[in-house]
């Protein structure tokens, strides 16, 4: 069940739920089940061997099974990369085989252009280690939907486009390598070897009227296979250097699609002060239900409660100096296993400020899904803290900048706090830049985000680092 911003982030938990005995609710299920599924990726694992058993219906199926997972290949590379004529689609498919180490199938290196040789071929690939990519492959939806009833599926559809008239023209500039299929440009990509150029040939069929040919034919079918790869279609623009095509068909293989899978969000927000944690925290916790747990708050809240914990920290307040760790972490173990936090999820900031912290968080099972660093410059920073006042007359909070006092004699009785002077700040500043880079080592893969922009800009950029995979990484 995917996780759906509309869902008021009970989904993940209903979705845990479902199949127990209603009777019963509600269940106290462990925090470590369902971080152990999202960590090992159990529901993916289950679901693609579930179509595997549909796709080859083999007669036994437990061998079939045990063989399917020490094939390991789940995650391995099956791209379609599909366009006209001269769009560049084999160099991009070419250049995605090697930096990927996968299988390059094209049409001209397959047996035969059979509708059967090619499903044939393809599927003696589908079960490597590597996985594959097809040039080209399927040309017709006839073909599109014979791969799909053989279970060849592929996970990301690269389609270039550009121009009639930038095809045409680049097409008469085509020159192929015969030794070893590289395809070159009289213009655009001319290779510097001397032995190279003596021996590159004009391939056959690419005059101007019959590539204008050839682009029809394209045209024509490309609209029927699309609708074949719904989801998993990228377009991406071809009258661009062809290292720019590259790179973002790179980057779109990398991506993971949107996962079935239940999940509960659970997000670490790290960023210096004024970096906009606590509101983007706020706006998470409004839209998506997740239980907004601020560290500093938690601490105030014990104290006004006058908990056990509440004393012993009223007198490290009463004397200015640092909460110590194990303190602190009692107060926050004792919110995040509150069964709110467990079902709904939650996002925490103002914690960890520094590794140790961060060690501790992680050794007491407390660990994120979703970790975002908002980035913010110094002088935006210094900007954003040291012009914030407050009256202490009607308690309302102003900024000399963005939200200035209505009249002069409010302004002439404005406060700052003594936290906001330039001098606390830069002192803030310093420390935070001291462990930084360790918490953000720590907690890779982080979600960087430029935080000197819009907040709300900021918070669609958080939705979808929380809504969509992780971005799946190759060397």
């Known amino acids: 069940m995917t996780y759906d911003p509309s869902d008021g982030g009970h989904q993940g938990a209903a979705a845990l739920h479902s199949g127990m005995d209603a009777t019963t609710a509600p269940h106290r299920i462990p925090p470590e089940m369902p ?89 003696q690939h589908y079960q490597k280690f590597k996985g594959w990519i097809l ?23 690269i389609v270039l486009s550009a121009p009639d008239t930038v095809l045409i023209e680049r097409n008469l500039g085509k020159r192929v390598d015969p030794l070893t299929g590289e395809v070159y440009h009289t213009t655009f990509d001319w290779p510097p070897q001397p032995e190279i150029q003596n021996r590159l040939l004009v ?20 609209v029927r296979i699309a609708p074949s790869y719904p989801k998993i279609l990228r377009v991406i623009p ?9 790179c973002q068909a790179l980057t779109y293989v990398q991506t993971i699609h949107r996962s079935n899978a239940p999940f509960t969000p659970r997000v670490l927000l790290l960023g210096p002060m004024g970096s906009g944690k606590s509101l983007q925290a706020a706006l998470l916790a409004q839209k998506y239900g997740l239980v907004n747990v601020c560290c500093g708050q938690l601490l105030k809240e014990a ?11 009223l007198s490290f307040f009463e004397k200015e100096i640092a909460v110590p760790d194990s303190i602190i972490m ?42 975002f660093f908002l980035n913010v410059p110094f002088d935006s920073i210094l900007e954003r803290l040291t012009l914030r006042r407050t009256d202490p007359v009607t308690g309302e909070r102003y900024h000399l900048m963005y939200k200035p006092p209505p009249t002069v004699e409010i302004q ?12 606390q700040v830069k002192l803030k500043m310093d420390l935070f830049c001291r462990t930084s880079a360790e918490l953000e080592q720590f907690y890779q893969p982080v979600l960087p985000l430029n935080g000197d ?15 969509n995979p992780l971005p799946n990484k190759v060397p």
């Not at 001209?108 to 393809?122: D, H, V």
């Not at 939907?145 to 060849?152: D, F, K, N, V, Y």
């Not at 009692?330 to 590794?355: A, S, T, Y």
């Open 35 to 123: 971080q152990y599924g999202e960590a090992n990726h159990i529901f993916e694992m289950m679901q693609n061997m579930l179509e595997q058993l549909l796709i080859h219906q083999p007669t036994d199926p437990i061998p079939f099974m045990i063989d399917h997972l020490q094939l390991d290949n789940d995650y391995v590379p099956k791209i379609l990369v599909l366009g006209p004529p001269a769009s560049g689609k084999t160099t991009v498919a070419m250049w995605l085989c090697k930096h990927l180490r996968s299988n390059l199938l094209s049409v001209e290196n397959l047996i035969a252009r059979q509708f059967s040789s090619l499903a044939a071929g393809a599927r």
């Open 135 to 157: 040039d080209g492959i399927p040309e017709t939806r006839e073909q599109a939907l014979l791969l799909q009833t053989l279970g060849i599926a592929p996970r990301h559809v």
């Open 203 to 222: 391939p056959a069929g690419i005059s101007e009227g019959e590539t204008a040919r050839k682009l029809l034919e394209f045209h024509r079918n490309i």
């Open 238 to 246: 071809a009258d661009q250097p062809c290292v720019d095509v590259f």
């Open 303 to 313: 104290v006004a409660d006058k908990s056990k914990y509440g004393k012993v920290i």
């Open 330 to 371: 009692k107060v926050l173990g004792r919110r995040l296993d509150q069964q709110d936090c467990v079902e709904r999820g939650w996002v925490l900031h103002g914690f960890p400020r520094d590794l140790d912290q961060a060690h501790m968080l992680n050794s007491l099972g407390y660990k994120p899904n979703r970790v």
């Open 412 to 423: 002439a009785r404005l406060l700052q706090n003594p936290k906001d002077t330039e001098e």
């Open 453 to 467: 922009q819009d907040p709300y800009t900021v918070f669609e950029h958080l939705e979808s680092g929380i809504i």
